[in-house]
């Protein structure tokens, strides 16, 4: 089991250990807590190993033209919306 998978667990089995993970704000805070209890924060390389199939799902690297030509169009609208 990779360091991600062991750390996602521990959390899932262990409310504190979750609400105390997410609570911090850093990723030293959030290792620091980790090791507390007795679980390896997990390495760069098993997150992006546990959560390289989401990148289809999460849009993730998809850029498009569409997009960048919808912001523009939205920010006069806006813009007169506030000087009306």
């Known amino acids: 089991m990779n360091s ?8 899932a089995s262990n409310p504190d250990l979750h609400a105390k993970v997410t609570s ?3 990723p030293e805070e959030r290792a620091a807590i980790l090791r507390e209890h007795g ?4 390495t ?4 992006n190993s546990a959560t390289s199939n989401l990148e289809g799902v999460s849009g993730a ?12 169009a939205a ?4 813009a007169s919306a506030v000087a009306a």
């Open 4 to 11: 991600y998978v062991a750390a996602a667990n521990a959390m």
């Open 24 to 26: 911090v704000t850093t």
């Open 39 to 42: 679980v390896e924060p997990p």
């Open 44 to 47: 760069h390389a098993d997150v």
């Open 61 to 72: 690297g998809n850029t498009t033209a569409q997009v960048a030509a919808a912001a523009p």
């Open 75 to 78: 920010v006069p609208a806006a």
